[in-house]
């Protein structure tokens, strides 16, 4: 096992999950260019829950995109649950998105025409090996996220809060090494929205590594990690016990 530096001799690492290396993406818009990530570099570990803040545009949902390999880097490597993605093809890249990520979007994204039950077995479809078993685990989380009673329901019969529930139960099916959230609380009330951090934080406690994205420092301080994002690259790191809330962070960044 790694160790790492400055964090005292032989203090072990937990494996790395996501690594991006001098990662880059540009949109090209007419003769201007946007650097939405900017040579990034660094390396997510099994078992962490991180949070990613910064401001509109600071490059969140593009570094989310790659992690969950919805979209590519310009420049740069990304290893992911031990597959570097860009030498991927785009079926190659959808097996292992399918199989290693979870992806939970703001506007939860299921399918209209298909029901609870349905929804969460999507992933499953895209496997070339889907696992017998699917439709039991996917009864089973289900009942975990408080849906069991509504596996006939359709998205538009459900509440806000249930859809980001089915949404995450269908993260969930194919036991994803990773699990990406993007402001994944932040169209629903804030007692539903707690409800969904609550679940995150169980999911946490089992050990899956989770990154999640928002504009709420109150949600950023509650993850044990924070990583802040400014212009496409990194700003700030917070980790572990060295994690303090938002506003002193400011405070001490303050130029004298
Ligand atoms: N498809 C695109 N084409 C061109 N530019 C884009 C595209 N997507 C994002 N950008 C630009 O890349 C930069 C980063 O965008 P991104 O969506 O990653 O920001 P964000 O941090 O998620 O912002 P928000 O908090 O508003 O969701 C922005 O300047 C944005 O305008
Ligand atoms: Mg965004």
Known sequence: ???????????????????LHE??????????????LD???????????????????????????????IDRPTHGSYRVCGQEMTELDDDELSELRGRYIGFIFQSFNLIPQLNVLENILVPVMYLDHPPEDAVERAVRLAGRVGLGDRLDHRPAQLSGGQQQRVAIARSLINEPGLLLADEATGNLDSKTAEEILGLFDEL???????????????????????????????H????????????EAETLETPT
């Open 1 to 19: 096992m790694e160790t790492r530096p400055g964090s005292g001799a032989g203090v072990p690492e937990a494996p790395p999950v996501a690594e």
């Open 23 to 36: 990662v880059s993406r540009i949109y090209r818009m007419g003769s201007s260019e946007v650097h939405a």
């Open 39 to 69: 040579r990034f570099s660094f390396t997510f570990r099994e078992g962490e829950y991180w949070t990613i803040m910064g401001s509109s545009g600071s490059g969140k949902s593009t570094l989310l995109n790659i992690l969950g390999c």
């Open 204 to 234: 946490h406690a089992e050990g899956k590594t989770i990154l999640l994205v928002t504009h709420e420092p109150s949600i950023g301080e509650r993850a044990p990690n924070c990583l802040r994002l400014k212009d496409g690259r990194i």
């Open 236 to 247: 700030e790191i917070r980790r572990g016990a060295d994690h303090r809330p938002w506003p």
